[in-house]
């Protein structure tokens, strides 16, 4: 196995909607997570600000998860910034298209021709990484992500806010709903994907779906490291005539056990090649951050799941996974940072 | 073998001293060249003017050749913006501190602490992309280049006016060494190689010698894919303590064999691990803008030598490597741009 893998981030402004998610330490602050988060992934330690990307709670990102398994298996990967609010202060791949996402509920999310250019200079990326390479895994890190990803997905006709999980136990719905249905009120009947990522999408999953159909076109397969978010990738691949069935689906077991979303749903839908589930449990873990994981907290993000996926098919078991998300944890501790 | 490649572009403002560089249709236009270069490679066409980069004798880049290699041998590849002028209008890698170097016969070449950031963030991203490869060649461009090298190399305490080369037939090596003697009144004896740098240098050869360490550092072999520039960047390895027997050299033979210049001196200088030239020869191509390599001109760049050597050793002959060449030329004369 010659896996190759990319973390995509990027925010929407729909994050700063009061009590629509978690994944930050407040509404604003979940604008900073991205950069965070792949400043962490990247360097081991986050630049931008001096924290690990955290909730007041004391939840861990889940890139914690997503380094270690890296760390493990010595895969080659690159942060990729589709639209970062605060930029990315380590190296990474730029999309000269990058640009955040604006609050669905309010304005269109980007400018007119944006997920256009976004999605071809992705798929570049997607072709350019791929070679050499047999899978491709692409990972997301964007509060608010399964908002946006339930518009795009309602808008493209499936039951997006019915699919979507939610970072926090008590997933918000009837906020999703609202959201969600005031950015369709922005969608014309019969608009082209592009044009409804534009008017109630992001940067990140149009960036995703690039990347997967870029390495699909060099021969590799394109590996979905993610939740129920990724159901508006597939949707977007849909909507350029790809085919969905070569695309692996690989998340958390929180993700596949969680009962107020269906990610199985979402891969009938769009009959995917494979839907996993990492086997790493926290249950009997000695770190508390660790055994909220079991509660219903974060349950996935910066491809957590599908790199620990990843890691199991290359022959690492989920002690030894474990371990190394340990020693992770303890090394963050001792910085002072977790 | 497992290589992968990464071209490094950057600009530094000596370039625009007149009778300096030909690698661009002027001196003000030298400053385009990295830009069009990287998009060029990355896209297959230019985007941020509409022109294959080119001088006004009609002499093409060597991205030519670097790119036909790479679609022949399906070599993995990323560009890199250490700090062009105009940045790249495709997919690429951006490191944080990437900015253009100022005109070393002037004034200092980058803010003080800027080397070192650099050297840091490309040694993260040689780790980062060396992971799952054996093999990590580097190319540059950077108009201009043989001097800041030269002047690197002299800080250094080495002949470097005398090693290096140039795009032109006519080296013009007294406005090199009176641009260098400038240069150097600006370094104090014992100063360390990133005060060097700062001082005299440019944002691209410290980056080139990042990627290298970092790659070393993953146990796969540094490759530099360059001419007598390569002083500069094996000087700054040397600099940071780095066992520069460990780097191969890969140049063309029309480094090897130009008399204005020296690498084999580098090459022993710094004990390198090989020093290889690409065999291919254009002297019976039907095409003048080829031929024109035959006579002085270029000579590399882009890591036009480096890319070649790469292709024979995965096991292109030279025959196949000048088809794929030619089809490429064919490919941009008939959009109407070479």
Redo the contacts between chains.
Sequence with gaps: M???AVYVGGSTLTSTIPGLSIAGPSPEGTLYTPTLDLEYL??GLP?TMNVIPMTPDGLLTPALITRAALELT?????AV?AGTYY??????????SARYGENIAERPAMPRGTARSLFE??R??GR??????DLVLIGETIPGGTTVAAAIMNAAGLDGVGYVSSASPNNPKDLKRQVVSKALSRVSEGSDIFSIVDAVGDPVHVTMAGVALGAMEEGATAVLAGGTQMGAVLAILRGVGADTSKVSLWTTKWILNDETSNIRAIAEAFDVRDLEGSEVDFADSPFEGLRMFERGFVKEGVGAGGTMVLASKMGFDAGSVKSAIYSEYKRLRNLGSA
Tied chains: 1, 2.
């Design positions: 010659r896996p190759i990247t360097l630049r010595k895969v080659p990967y690159l910034d930029g990315i202060k380590a190296p990474h791949v730029r999309l000269p200079e992705a570049t990326l350019l990484i791929s070679r050499g390479h």
